[in-house]
């Protein structure tokens, strides 16, 4: 069975700073994505960014950028100039290629300091 | 364009009785998966509705079952409500059963007391 870990409950940012969230998963798997989901207090699960498992390039979306190292099974998050709107909770989720359903870490909630 | 809708917003129920939670999903999609979300933790597969039947389900008993309709919306049964089965039920909508894409509804908070 696949698991994925978000092994730091909570982390601290200043705004307009740079802060890297980290996830590791196990899978004998080769084919899946990895993404980051976004929980804010209103509890909408929002997509932030995702990387296909097959891409050597990491995935970048505006100040959202991933460092995924396919061998040691690491999938981690970097928020660039971090703003107020920045702050909540931030899901790890895995998934197969062929298959839909979505394997969550424990999450890490991320405050931004001003 | 209407995103996933969930009803209702808020639940309290009581040990024992039975539940039924709403979903629709985005306009276009025409699969519905259905998470558990515990407070503090990450959320669990439940299991996948596709063309009106079960398609793939998540480590859960019985007790949780589901149906879609043939308009794609979905319903998430629970019998028997347990304490433990207080959490955020997050329904989510996808095309086709490999969806690149899987879009969040706002959920629904069941409390069993």
């Known amino acids: 069975a696949q698991t994925v870990t978000q092994s730091q409950p909570e982390m601290s940012v200043q705004e307009a700073e740079t802060v890297t969230l980290s996830c590791t998963y196990d899978t004998s798997e080769s084919d899946y994505y990895l993404f980051w989901y976004k929980q804010p207090p209103s509890r909408q699960m929002i997509l932030v960014i995702r990387?296909?498992?097959?891409?050597?390039q990491n995935a970048t979306e505006n100040r959202f950028s991933v460092n995924f190292q396919k061998a040691a099974k690491s999938f981690s998050l970097k928020i660039s100039d971090s703003q107020l709107g920045d702050a909540a909770m931030y899901f790890c989720a895995y998934r197969l290629y062929a298959g839909n359903m979505l394997t969550f870490g424990g999450g890490t909630r991320l405050m931004v300091k001003p | 364009d209407a995103g996933v809708t969930q009803s209702p917003t808020h639940l309290i129920k009581t040990r024992g009785q039975q539940v039924t939670l709403r979903c629709s999903p985005k306009s276009g999609h025409d699969t519905v998966s259905w998470y558990q979300q515990a407070l503090g933790q990450g959320p669990q597969f439940i299991f996948q509705y596709y063309e009106e039947e079960e398609r793939q389900r998540g480590n859960f008993p019985d007790r949780f079952s589901g149906h879609q309709f043939p308009n794609y919306s979905s319903e998430l049964n629970v019998n028997a409500l347990l304490l433990g089965d207080s959490a955020l039920y997050l329904c989510?909508?996808?095309?086709?059963?490999?969806?690149?894409?899987?879009?969040f509804g706002p959920g629904t908070r069941l409390t069993v007391t």
């Open positions: 989510a909508s996808s095309s086709g059963t490999r969806g690149y894409e899987q879009y």
């Open positions: 990387q296909e498992a097959y891409k050597q």
